[in-house]
């Protein structure tokens, strides 16, 4: 940690210095995209989506809403949202894409090519999606959601197959994300989940990202919508097999991540020091 002043107060800055430490975990199975929650319909009680398969017996193109209660069938009121057909919804992310106090859906589609934005209308539905599109050249991998540019609009981040660079997409506070930076990672591929946190404690947000080469790198951000590219760490786990997560794991206040291996029974802490 490096102590900072500035005019009005001193605060502290972490070094983005990681320590290992390493522990065995049960086994569990692997989704196309992990679960998202939020209160979608204002009924301050946590709701669910995710993206679907037919195990289910629900369209596998499409992401189920279910809604939460306060009795012991939890998540039972179900709702259906349809990206585009054939588009392959890849991941969910949740955030008040329209600025009226109600929690949208963000769905990133890997044939589609786009975000799709469901608007919760306030009442009893979410609207039809609203697409950004994303590259024409590029299918999409990973997506995270922050407010990059300091306007209190939720942004987009964006990765892509095989691709060395990272897109943000400006919201608009419609439900629209479309003015766009690409942010150069180096030589090597993004392979792993983006992930969005402060992770050097300045106040900024961060985007964090697996590359090849078995390497957690961020994108260090400015509140001003740019970023400056940084090799944290290396880690054992990368690719398809491979969760990275963050929290506060010390009881610090600082962002600490977790990588894990959803094949063995293993995980590795880097804890922010």
Known sequence: ?????????????????????????????????????????????????????????????????????????????????????????????????????????????????????????????????????????????????????????????VSYNCSNFIDVFFGNGDGIVSDSKMFQIGDELVVDQIIVDDFNADGNLDIGFGKTGQRISLLVGDCQGNFKAQTAFQVRFSGPSAWTGVGDFNGDGFVDIINVDLNSTSQDVFLNV
């Open 1 to 157: 940690m490096v102590p900072t002043t500035t005019s009005k107060r001193t605060k502290v800055v972490c070094s983005l210095k990681y320590q290992q430490v390493s522990s065995a975990i049960g086994t569990f199975g692997r989704r196309r995209s992990l679960p998202v929650f939020g209160d979608f319909n204002g009924d301050k009680l946590l709701d669910i989506a995710f993206q679907t398969d037919k195990q289910l017996g629900i369209n596998p193109n499409s992401i189920g809403v279910y809604y939460g209660n306060d009795r012991t069938d939890y998540f039972t009121r179900h709702r259906t949202l349809v990206p585009d057909d054939n588009s392959y919804p890849l991941r969910v992310a949740v955030a008040d894409f329209n600025c009226d106090s109600y929690q949208d859906i963000a769905v990133l589609t890997h044939y589609g090519q786009n975000t799709g934005i469901f608007i919760y209308d306030g009442f009893t539905r979410f609207q039809k999606q609203k697409t950004s599109f994303t590259r024409k050249d590029k299918f999409p991998s990973y997506f995270a959601v922050g407010d990059f540019n300091s306007d209190t609009l939720p942004d987009v981040a």
